[in-house]
Structure formats: C-alpha cells, structure tokens
C-alpha cells in the first residue's frame, strides 16, 4: 500500500508559479514510476506529467503544460513534484498525484495507476 499526500496548491495570477509536492509513505517508492493528473470543473480528469525511477529514466508530458511544467522527484524524501511555470487560466484544476507500480509502462492512462492523493486546488486569475 501507498498513501500520497499532495500539498502546494493555491491561487496564482496568470504567468507565475506554483510548485506542487506529492509525499508518499512506505519504503517502496523508488519502485513506482510516478504522475501529475489533473481534473478542471466539468472536465474529465487528464494526464499532466509521468516520471519513471529518475529524470534520466524518463519523463513524459502533456501537450499542453511541455515547455512550462517539470516533474522531478527524490526518492530520498519519497517526494514527486511539479513545477508549473507562466501558468494560465486553463491551468486551473484539482491536481492529483498517482503512483503505478509499472515502471516500464510509459503510461499516460489514469487506469494504469494504482494509487492517488486526495488532490490539491490549483486555481489561476487571469
């Protein structure tokens, strides 16, 4: 079992940051290839970014967040992050974090994932 705990989520102006974090607990989560999903009103929920073991083993984005948005993690601190940079308005969104045991997968699909947070609120003002 894998509990994520997400936090970081607030309200921005458009253009500016925000810095998402997602904690895991156990052992295991070095195992587990890791994603940013997110869920705006009235939106089926939609892959954002996916980090395999490390940064060198892969990340993957959306389109819409590439050149904007990095996944990184530390395994050390059990830790996933998202940096969103020069967000927009369409950023807004319930952002989730999800671990899939699958670290081979190169999944982009929410019912690949095994385990998620509770999420966190995103909300950014034009």
């Known amino acids: 079992q894998v509990q994520l705990v997400e936090s970081g989520g607030g309200l921005v102006q458009a253009g500016g940051s925000l810095r998402l974090s997602c904690t895991a607990s156990g052992r295991t989560f070095s195992r587990y290839a890791m994603g940013w999903f997110r869920q705006a009103p009235g939106k089926e929920r939609e892959f954002v970014a996916r980090i395999n073991w490390s940064v060198r083993s892969g990340t993957y984005y959306a389109d819409a967040v590439k050149g904007r948005f990095t996944i990184s993690r530390d395994n050390a601190k059990n830790t996933v992050y998202l940096q969103m940079n020069s967000l927009k308005s369409e950023d807004t969104a319930v952002y989730y974090c999800?671990?899939?045991?699958?670290?081979?997968?190169?999944?982009?699909?929410?019912?690949?994932?095994?385990?998620w947070g509770q999420g966190t609120q995103v909300t950014v003002s034009s």
């Open positions: 999800a671990a899939d045991r699958d670290l081979l997968r190169d999944s982009n699909r929410e019912n690949d994932y095994d385990y």
